[in-house]
């Protein structure tokens, strides 16, 4: 895919994606940011990289808490393995809404050009991916993007799984999201 200059990270699409989904489902996952300590050569293909070293078990720090954590809520079993959750990104396409990094470490926030930047290409991934639902990572992330997301979208959110989150709130969100019953 050729992406605008819009889209400086590059989305994670699961090799299942378009294929099969999740529960038959194209499910696009976003969050707000990428923060990084040293410098990054491959922008484009940062996202992409961050989540094949999850999905191949390359790393065990906090980006694992985050995936196995949203990989649970996919699944819909607070306790599935974390196998289990690696395998379910596979099935998903990911993206973060902000295009710059913030930072060196979680809880910067982006500003309103940041917000605007985001929103378009948000946009343009939205356009490519076409995804039967969109589910966002985080409270603050929603009340941004929201204003900008069209009304035919089926979206909703979560509190960040790293902020707070309560399996038992955010299970029943993503059930409604990917018309689940229980």
Not at 45 to 73: H, I, K
Request: proline letters at 4%; aromatic letters at 12%; one cysteine or more.
């Amino acid at each position: 895919m050729d992406w605008s200059d819009n889209v400086v990270f590059h989305p994670w699409i699961g090799p299942n994606y378009r294929s099969t989904g999740l529960d038959g489902k194209r499910v696009l996952i976003v969050g707000e940011s990428h923060y990084a300590q040293d410098p990054v050569s491959d922008l484009a293909g940062f996202t992409q990289s961050v989540v094949r070293g999850y999905v191949e078990g390359a790393f065990t720090d906090r980006r694992a808490r985050l995936f196995t954590a949203a990989g649970r809520l996919l699944i819909g079993d607070r306790g599935a393995t974390r196998q289990h959750c690696r395998d379910v990104w596979k099935n998903v396409a990911f993206c973060n809404y902000l295009q710059d990094f913030k930072g060196d470490a979680a809880r910067f926030r982006g500003g309103p050009l940041d917000w605007e930047g985001g929103a378009d290409a948000f946009e343009e991934m939205h356009t490519h991916l076409q995804p039967d639902a969109v589910l966002f990572l985080g409270k603050g992330l929603w009340w941004n993007a929201k204003p900008r997301l069209d009304s035919e979208v089926n979206a909703a959110y979560v509190v960040h799984p790293s902020g707070g989150m309560k399996y038992s709130d955010a299970m029943p969100v993503v059930d409604r999201l990917l018309g689940r019953t229980r």
